[in-house]
């Protein structure tokens, strides 16, 4: 059994920073438990705006609390986002995340993540990423 703290995990290297200040997100299930998915509390930060396109992973996205919107950018439809909100990135969709009040997102990834990963340039988590981009 694997037992694990948010507040604790938030003062290890568990809790990863966006290099442009977006969200924090603390990776609370990683690759190496060997789940086959990953587990994730992250944080966007109010004002957040910002491109994604997880080319390599699928995701699944509830919303714990805030308020936003997710727009999928093939056809610019956009979905409000608010407590009790999932979004599923089924297709690798590309799209786009706003935080209009802080959000709090439960998100899992599969494949899982190694719990480095920053967005590439693409807006994408490499796959077996090591380090945290500088």
Not at 10 to 19: A, C, E, F, G, Y
Not at 68 to 96: C, M, Q
């Amino acid at each position: 059994m694997i037992v694990r703290n948010l507040s604790e995990a938030n003062k290890t290297d568990r809790k990863i920073v966006s290099p442009d200040g977006n969200w924090t997100s603390t990776r609370l299930l990683l690759k190496e438990d060997n789940m086959g998915f990953s587990f994730h509390i992250t944080t966007i930060n109010e004002g957040a705006d910002f491109q994604m396109h997880y080319q390599n992973h699928l995701e699944s996205v509830y919303c714990i609390s805030g308020e936003g919107e997710v727009e999928t950018l093939a056809d610019g439809k956009k979905y409000p986002i608010k407590p009790g909100t999932t979004y599923i990135l089924d297709k690798h969709d590309k799209h786009a995340l706003r935080a209009f009040k802080e959000m709090t997102m439960a998100c899992v990834f599969n494949p899982p993540l190694n719990g480095k990963e920053v967005h590439n340039a693409e807006g994408a988590y490499e796959l077996d990423a090591e380090s945290i981009a500088e």
